[in-house]
């Protein structure tokens, strides 16, 4: 296997290789900052490289080889998003005056990912305080999409995205507030997994964004996703909100013989409007392929609209945390303002709309097993865009691109983007399956369904 199939071998048969001894950690390892050096400056993202540290732990881990029990991921490299401190190293949730800021601890997550046998190659670029579906904060690089450096690859997540599609890393970490990981997945053509409210536990803080904002996968395999999960998920003694354990892993989920499925098609919202022709297209095209595999599908649109105003409010509270406005872009300054002078009363108002909304959408899936939506509602943007629009303006257009993507933030609900397909300008399109609460097993299983039906893991952006 050359270098560069290597680096596009998914985390699960990295994994195998290292098990039988096909390949070493250190090859995989050096192979991957190799390629960081490489590409890095092409596309922004990594703001932290843990050169040192990666090489220090391959090395340890290549020595203990010959050990009987070695965990699932045992040797295979990841990458951390730069909102998840790890120890020993600059966390500065994008922002420039945080860049040089030490975190002294690991979040849960990377504590579990390190036992899991990951080694942990650096921290991804975010946008600033996760606020923007594209990753471009002020005193650092953009991060840009490896399929067309010109083109945004999403965000908040949109360091991980980047590095997983241009072979940077087989699987990275993510999180997800309004669409974070499954954005970037679709910018990019990746798997990117929103797993439930309680099923990643966000210790040792409490929650993020009123329990919204949820840890999870991008990867380029159904499988990787799942087995990501596997390795995460878990109840941590004082957390807010938890879910039981499934009673087979939910990389087994993948591999399951579907009974045929309800499920509703969404290609418009009210009252925001129907998806782009392209993303419409793309979804009715994986739609009428679970048709052809005995799955029923009916046409649903949606209405949002009571969201909107609530989710913004909470949105604009997540930016006023501390942080002088001074040392904030435009947008975020904005936000921050605007929460400064919001009341704790309307504050709690808007929680309770967005619970009472979140019943309504919930109750849909008395109809339905799963919805099947583009993951957003137009193709990817260019870098900077909407620079030049008023933050009125900028938010407005956020609203209208992800509007398939809060819903499931505000009811907790688990939701998967997978490829389908490429706009005009040669970007990847997302679609995004969203399943019943606490239920990952089926949308894994739907999406590997589809991904056996036509595989995307061969895709790669023309970026050596």
Request: proline residues 8%; charged residues 20%; contains cysteine.
């Amino acid at each position: 296997m050359d270098s560069v199939e290597l680096a596009f071998t998914s985390a699960i048969d990295q994994a195998r290789l290292i098990r039988n001894k096909e390949i070493s950690p250190i090859e995989l390892t050096q192979l991957y900052l190799d390629r960081i050096e490489q590409l890095n400056p092409k596309l922004g993202s990594f703001f932290t490289v843990m050169a040192e540290r990666a090489i220090a732990d391959a090395i340890s881990k290549t020595e203990r080889l010959s050990e009987s029990e070695l965990p699932p991921f045992f040797g295979v490299p990841i990458a951390i998003k730069d909102l998840n401190p790890v120890e020993g190293v600059a966390c500065s949730y994008g922002l420039k005056v945080a860049r040089n800021r030490i975190a002294d601890r690991d979040d849960l997550v990377v504590k579990k990912l390190k036992e899991a046998g990951f080694i942990i190659l650096g921290k991804t670029a975010t946008s600033q305080l996760a606020s923007f579906p594209y990753t471009e904060p002020p005193g650092f690089p953009p991060a840009r999409n490896p399929w067309n450096l010109d083109y945004t690859p999403g965000g908040s997540s949109g360091g991980s995205s980047a590095a997983v599609a241009a072979g940077l890393c087989a699987i990275a970490q993510g999180s997800d507030g309004g669409g974070s990981i499954r954005g970037p997945a679709a910018c990019c053509g990746l798997i990117g997994l929103k797993p439930s409210r309680g099923r990643i536990s966000m210790a040792p803080m409490g929650e993020a964004f009123s329990g919204f904002a949820v840890t999870g996968p991008l990867s380029r395999t159904v499988a990787d996703a799942a087995a990501f999960l596997d390795v995460t998920a878990g109840y941590v003694t004082g957390d807010p909100y938890w879910l039981p354990n499934p009673e087979t892993s939910f990389l087994e989920a993948t591999k399951r013989r579907l009974e045929p499925l309800r499920i509703g098609l969404v290609t418009a919202i009210d009252p925001i409007g129907s998806a782009d022709p392209i993303c419409a297209e793309a979804t009715e095209k994986i739609a009428h392929l679970l048709e052809s595999m005995g799955h029923s599908i009916e046409l649903v649109t949606p209405d949002l609209g009571e969201m909107v105003e609530p989710f913004t409010m909470l949105w604009r509270a997540q930016v006023e945390v501390g942080v002088p406005p001074f040392l904030l872009e435009k947008v975020n300054r904005w936000l921050w303002w605007r929460a400064k002078f919001t009341s704790a009363s309307r504050y709690r108002q808007a929680q309770v709309r967005l619970h009472t909304f979140a019943r309504k959408v919930v109750a849909l899936f008395d109809r339905f097993d799963v919805l099947l939506t583009p993951t957003y509602l137009h193709p990817t943007i260019r870098i900077g865009e909407w620079a030049k629009l008023s933050p009125v303006r900028t938010i407005g257009e956020i609203i209208q691109w992800i509007a398939p993507c809060p819903a499931f933030n505000v009811t907790g609900q688990p939701a998967i983007s997978i490829p389908a397909g490429f706009d005009l300008n040669g970007l990847p399109i997302g679609v995004q399956i969203v399943g019943k609460p606490a239920d990952e097993e089926t949308i894994l299983a739907v999406a590997a369904q589809i991904e056996e039906a036509q595989p995307w893991k061969g895709w790669r952006p023309l970026i050596e």
